[in-house]
């Protein structure tokens, strides 16, 4: 009836299994053929049993990936009462992961663990025992805590609010709750508030501020998800005991104590019956009139929609949304963690994201001692003084035309100007846009104030503009094209660029026929999602084809971007029956794989066609690639 109920009984069976299955049976003595039978029949269901739970680390990743999908059915969004300004205009937030998991750093019995630092605890992780756990907070003490130091590293990386956990899935408060003495506060010798210290340090530097809050999990809580059903002293606990002693009173706090919040970020909805997920949004919707609800409180209640974790999507998506992120692998701070994001990396995401139509925001975790670590500082300085250069690439900017990334980079548009976001600099002095039907009355670019004009023709379908050899910018160049007004209208046919041809062009923007494309994620840390769109039966004799728009006749390289087991034949062909075919082995990971060369002879649209001529055992695409071949 509730999932704490299948955790326990789960718990207890595979107990059971354990002690059954060791042959220590005297738990279960079978004094006549009566209780023989009975005996090998349990043993039999708890053998089941066994194989079931043996899968659960698997089953765990999945689970936990189906517990945001709430997240992702947000109906409409909201923005009523002003709500969602910050978010709609800022397109640019900072999310805080910070609690007694950051002073332990991934690291529990001297044993280092790989994934994500704030589920240490969970039995996928350290599997820490519940009170051995709890125990942390008599030495948590963040001396160096510093809530103005955090508000302006967040101002000057650009972004226009935090988000910060108050309460995570372990149950620690990291503010001073009333209701539940498991809080900062009341337990540890730092005694302080740090909440309350950077709403104050937001509100003075002018940035929003809100909280995460695990409304579901709770696994120091008897009767929460993930925690058990009964107290320390065995008096049977419910969701509902937990929900009204802990949760909702807590939520009333952080929405009533903190000022004016610009959104609560619920998380891991799980199965919550929608009775609390309602009360929960009508709570912040009294309290904060202005504020967002996430889409993952559960039931399509929330006020906009959150993607998976680190995800950016490949194709526009109307309403508001966010993509949550990460500076390095995980949330929470794990001493090991140094897979830091580069500035470069932090803009393509964050200007990707925008040019899809959503709100980027991305995580910081901070170390025991409220340090946040120094790369993740850097990375975020930097990018934050690019954006410094090109704030009208960032603030109020709204969707590209195209609905997807260009081959180059990606475009953002404000009113009747295109922003092209330049991720890789042409090398020939030319950059081609494909696909722009409406007029141009200037180019130009974008360098501080200034715009230094750029010359360009129409070429067919794509405009071409000279550019000069040098990069203007080390990070991310911008050219501003200025529209003759009216409503802006592309082609946005996916085009191979003729400089530098198209890389990883996913199957999602391919027709599929006798096979599916489907959003495959995995974990390759615990906790550390991917995500990709891919083709998990192209061995059954279907195809995918991509039509593209190429500029000049040319040759290419392809490569396609495969997953599976063992060795496979795949043919591309295209409209003019060029075809390149190929055996390759694939792996369990993802890889680019060659596959030939192919030719087109006229410029103008294309069709390319992916299928595995010989069957074979079962292989996923997620991506082609084409490189120009280069004959002078
Ligand atoms: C997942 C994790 C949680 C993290 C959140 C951030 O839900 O369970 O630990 O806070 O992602 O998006």
């Excluded at 409409?76 to 007694?100: E, V």
């Excluded at 599997?127 to 030495?139: D, I, Q, S």
């Excluded at 929609?305 to 949550?324: A, I, K, Q």
Aim: glycine share 8%.
């Amino acid at each position: 009836e509730h999932p704490t109920d299948a955790h326990f009984l789960f718990t207890f069976v595979f107990k059971q299994a354990l002690t059954l299955q060791s042959g220590k049976t005297d738990t279960i003595t079978a004094q006549n053929n009566c209780m023989k039978t009975f005996a090998m029949r349990l043993k039999k269901a708890i053998s089941l049993t066994l194989a079931l739970a043996l899968s659960w680390p698997l089953c765990a990743q999945q689970k936990m990936d189906e517990m945001w999908n709430g997240g992702e059915r947000v109906k409409s969004s909201d923005t009523s009462m002003g709500r969602g300004k910050l978010f709609d205009y800022g397109n640019y937030a900072m999310f805080i992961h910070w609690g007694l998991y950051s002073k332990l750093a991934n690291v529990w019995n001297g044993k280092t663990y790989y994934g994500i630092g704030e589920w240490l605890m969970n039995e996928n992780m350290a599997n820490a025992a519940r009170e051995e756990y709890k125990a942390v907070a008599h030495t948590f003490d963040p001396k160096d805590f510093d809530a103005m130091k955090i508000a302006k590293l967040a101002k000057d990386a650009g972004m226009k609010y935090i988000i910060i956990t108050s309460k995570h899935h372990d149950g620690f408060a990291m503010y001073h709750s009333k209701c539940n003495k498991f809080n900062i506060v009341d337990v540890t010798p730092f005694g302080r508030d740090p909440m309350k210290e950077l709403s104050d340090a937001c509100k003075k530097l002018g940035l929003g501020f809100g909280f995460y809050y695990s409304h579901n999990q709770d696994w120091t809580t008897p009767g929460a998800s993930g925690a058990p059903r009964v107290d320390e002293d065995g008096n049977p606990k419910t969701f509902d005991d937990y929900f009204y002693a802990k949760c909702l009173p807590q939520v009333e706090e952080i929405t009533r104590n903190y000022g004016d919040i610009e959104l609560v970020w619920f998380d891991t909805p799980g199965e919550i019956p929608k009775k609390y997920a309602e009360k929960l949004v009508e709570t912040v919707h009294r309290n904060q009139p202005k504020a967002l609800v996430s889409g993952r409180v559960g039931y399509d209640l929330g006020d906009y929609r959150t993607l998976g974790d680190m995800e950016v999507p490949p194709e526009n998506m109307d309403g508001l949304w966010e993509s949550v992120d990460v500076t390095n692998d995980g949330w929470g701070y794990s001493w090991y963690d140094r897979n830091w994001k580069t500035p470069k990396q932090i803009l393509e995401n964050l200007i990707s994201t925008i040019a899809r139509g959503g709100t980027y925001m991305l995580n910081v975790g901070p170390d025991g001692m409220g340090n946040i670590p120094e790369f993740a500082q850097n990375a975020l300085l930097a990018s934050g003084k690019w954006i410094a250069r090109y704030p009208q690439v960032i603030y109020g900017a709204q969707a590209s035309p195209w609905k997807h990334r260009l081959p180059w980079g990606d475009v953002v548009r404000q009113d009747s100007t295109l922003y092209l976001a330049i991720y890789e600099w042409p090398s020939d002095g030319k950059l081609y846009l494909p696909g722009l039907k409406s007029e141009i009355a200037s180019a130009g670019i974008c360098d501080g104030q200034k715009t230094l004009p750029v010359s360009f023709e129409k070429r067919g379908n794509w405009t071409v503009l000279d550019v000069p050899y040098k990069k203007p910018d080390n990070l991310v160049s911008v050219i501003a094209l200025a529209m003759k007004g009216g409503e802006i209208s592309v082609d946005n046919t996916q085009a191979v660029d003729p400089e530098s041809g198209i890389d990883e062009l996913s199957v999602v923007f391919a027709d599929a026929s006798g096979c599916n494309v489907s959003k495959t994620s995995w974990m390759e840390k615990f906790g550390e999602w991917k995500h990709k769109y891919c083709t998990p039966d192209l061995n059954r004799g279907g195809k995918v084809t991509w039509t593209v728009d190429v500029m000049e006749p040319a040759t290419f390289s392809v490569d396609l971007t495969l997953r599976g087991e063992g060795r496979g034949v795949w043919k591309v062909e295209t409209d003019e029956a060029h075809t390149a075919q190929n055996q390759q082995g694939v792996s369990s990971i993802f890889c680019k794989r060659p596959i030939g060369w192919i030719s087109f002879d006229k410029p103008g649209r294309h069709t390319i066609t992916v299928s595995m001529p010989e069957g074979g055992k079962p292989s996923e695409l997620s991506a082609i690639s084409l490189t120009p071949v280069r004959f002078e």
